[in-house]
């Protein structure tokens, strides 16, 4: 693959990708991020993998998987990886054919499953259709794992609605990327304008908070939890994912999904039948108990506290959704992302081929 390529896909998957939930505390100030490289460690780590790949495909082994090798399930440290810690946990206890692989941003998975080390992954519902059109066409989007994780936060008892952001501060962090795109579209569709302020993380939202609860934060799982396990006198007012369904009659907010290399699913159906029956039942165990679910995600250091994790998991909105109503949900979301931004989806639409028949 060519470098300008790989560096143009790297850096607009670091803008358009979905907010990693990292390592949580009792409060906002304890969520921890994970150190971010400089650009410099960025161009070099892209060079690195540049030649790496380029090395394999002199070798013709790109993409392939030998018969009989464990299929590796690539995910992002943070709520698409919720959804996976009850298959995990089963697949250690009786040591079932899956390697499992987190990664804490998309650009260190990226070049992971470009190059074929993992077959099967959960990622960004943007960062899949990216994907879709700069691997030919050989990726295959298997069913949504979760729902929007973004919610209103303030103090503000005058606000209860997304009609009621008019005239309103708000301080989000995602300029120029999907949480940007999904608020605008709704505040159009609601005739409402806001003043939107942006940061560069959830932190510097919370912040302001802090200096005045009257204002408004839109904030992502786990930081929502965190903020108001901090501080009582703010409240989760609005979630992004009702105003959505309301907005787009009814129609989900898909936020992650699971795909597959579309050449491995052809070469190997049963084992991602095999995986997709595993990952519903897992999705389904983080559904009925939530305490055994907080222990896991513990277990699997995606967050650092049971209390913060328990609070949190129902708020992420992890469900399995596949077949046609994944398809509806995720065909409504590109269309809003294409139009505020055509490279949020790749420059074009996914088309039939990409969505997997239940």
């Not at 989000?172 to 939107?196: C, D, F, H, I």
């Not at 049971?306 to 469900?319: G, T, V, Y």
Request: overall charge negative; charged content about 25%.
């Amino acid at each position: 693959m060519k470098r300008n390529l790989w560096k143009w896909l790297l850096l607009c998957l670091l803008c358009l990708g979905l907010f990693a939930c990292t390592k949580g505390g009792e409060s906002s100030t304890e969520v921890k991020k994970e150190s971010t490289p400089s650009v410099e460690e960025k161009s070099s780590s892209v060079e690195r993998s540049e030649n790496a790949e380029e090395s394999k495909a002199e070798n013709k082994t790109e993409n392939k998987t030998e018969a009989g090798e464990e299929p590796t399930i690539l995910s992002l440290k943070g709520p698409t990886t919720i959804g996976l810690v009850h298959l995990m946990e089963k697949s250690e206890e009786e040591k079932l054919p899956y390697q499992f692989q987190m990664e804490a941003s998309p650009d260190a998975l990226l070049p992971e499953f470009v190059s074929g080390k993992g077959q099967i992954a959960t990622v960004p519902a943007n960062m899949a259709a990216v994907l879709y059109q700069k691997l030919d066409k050989d990726v295959e989007v298997l069913n949504i794992n979760t729902l929007g994780i973004l919610y209103v936060i303030t103090g503000n008892e005058e606000v209860s609605s997304i009609a009621d952001l008019a005239g309103k501060d708000i301080y989000m962090p995602g300029q120029g990327a999907t949480p940007e795109y999904v608020l605008r579209a709704l505040l159009s569709k609601n005739n409402v304008e806001g003043n939107l302020n942006f940061v560069t993380e959830p932190a510097e939202a919370v912040a302001h908070l802090q200096q005045n609860p009257n204002n408004v934060a839109i904030l992502p799982e786990p930081f929502a939890t965190a903020t108001l396990l901090q501080n009582s006198n703010l409240q989760r007012k609005i979630s992004i994912t009702e105003e959505w369904k309301k907005s787009y009659d009814g129609v989900e907010l898909p936020t992650a999904v699971t795909i597959v290399r579309k050449s491995y699913a052809e070469e190997h159906p049963e084992i991602v039948k095999a995986f997709l029956e595993e990952e519903k039942e897992s999705i389904a165990a983080v559904e009925k108990d939530v305490q055994k679910t907080a222990e896991l995600v513990v277990k699997q250091r995606i967050l650092e506290k049971e209390a913060l994790a328990a609070k949190a998991i129902p708020n992420c909105n992890i469900h399995f959704i596949d077949g046609e109503e994944m398809k509806k949900a995720l065909e409504q979301y590109y269309q809003v992302l294409f139009k505020s931004n055509p490279k949020s989806v790749g420059g074009a639409l996914p088309e039939e081929g990409f969505y997997a028949q239940s």
